[in-house]
């Protein structure tokens, strides 16, 4: 089955044993697999209470899935893209929010509703009209949130895998433990400051970010083509709008924001809306990887 998995080429520059030695003497662990990716969380702690919340963090993950999953025929997206409408539960609200905040601050260029175009250009189907195709056409009223056009749907791919990450972030936080690492996808770091490596999309190591209580995350467009090879992060503004740049990374206080935003700066060239959002403070700082291999923070 082909998935809109981002293929995130987050590493850390750590490895396991600097892992280890951050949360040194002790630490909590668990690894798997879910919402497209690999998944590890890391506590710096031992014992019951570490226990408890890693089994309260993977009910977290199973909830997000629950939700967002666009392969999950019973997930709330699902239904919504099936019947048109949605009463959203409290987190299906919240991430609503932030996309739509991440949907105005990029200028449109991170749209949830491109789902009909990934879809075809995945099956390579028809392209849908463009009239499907705008945030501006859902309605959000309180908690019940509308597609505004039959054939409308939402992905929230671009973005899900960062809420994830600050969903469990805060949870473990609720359970007292705040020396984490946190990776779905995308990495989230606690208060044990740790160096994080990024890499292009081939596995090569090109920089490092140092974190602490702070988030990264990556959009390498060409990691995943589409059945006609075009790359997988799609623009709302056209199906011949392609990414210019090969790798993004945004550094951010949440996850989710970083994951938005790299979706977002990867479908233009313009460094102004990178500068403008690391000016006005919604990031922390950009990590740009040019078509030529050219690479730099911004």
Not at 273 to 286: D, P, S
């Amino acid at each position: 089955m082909l998935t809109r998995r981002r293929f995130l080429s987050v590493v850390a520059a750590t490895s396991v044993a600097g892992v280890a030695a951050s949360f040194a003497p002790v630490r909590t662990n668990w690894t798997g697999r879910a919402m497209g990716a690999e998944v590890s969380i890391c506590v710096g702690a031992a014992g019951r209470a570490a226990e408890v919340a890693l089994n309260a963090a993977r009910d977290t993950i199973q909830r997000m899935e629950s939700l967002f999953s666009l392969y999950d025929p019973s997930s709330a997206l699902s239904r919504l893209n099936r019947e048109g409408k949605l009463v959203m539960p409290a987190e299906f609200v919240r991430l609503v929010g932030i996309a739509d905040r991440i949907h105005g601050l990029s200028g449109g260029l991170f749209d949830p509703t491109v789902q009909p175009l990934f879809t075809a250009l995945a099956t390579s189907a028809q392209l849908p009209s463009f009239n499907l195709i705008g945030w501006k056409k859902v309605e959000i009223e309180g908690r019940t949130i509308r597609l505004g056009k039959r054939g409308m749907a939402l992905t929230f791919n671009g973005i899900a895998q960062g809420f994830a990450t600050d969903r469990v972030s805060e949870v473990l936080k609720a359970h007292g433990f705040d020396r984490v690492l946190v990776n779905i996808g995308e990495y989230r770091v606690g208060s044990s400051p740790m160096s994080i490596g990024i890499a292009d999309h081939d596995g090569k190591l090109l920089a490092q970010a140092e974190l602490h209580d702070l988030a990264v995350a990556t959009s390498s467009p060409l990691a995943l083509r589409l059945g006609d090879k075009r790359a997988h992060i799609l623009s709302p503004k056209g199906a011949q709008q392609s990414p210019y740049w090969k790798t993004v990374s945004v550094v951010a206080p949440h996850a989710a924001e970083a994951d938005g935003f790299s979706t977002a700066l990867a479908l233009t060239a313009d460094r102004g809306l990178a500068r403008r959002l690391i000016r006005q403070k919604h990031v922390e700082r950009v990590f740009l990887e040019g078509p030529d291999g050219e690479h730099r923070w911004v």
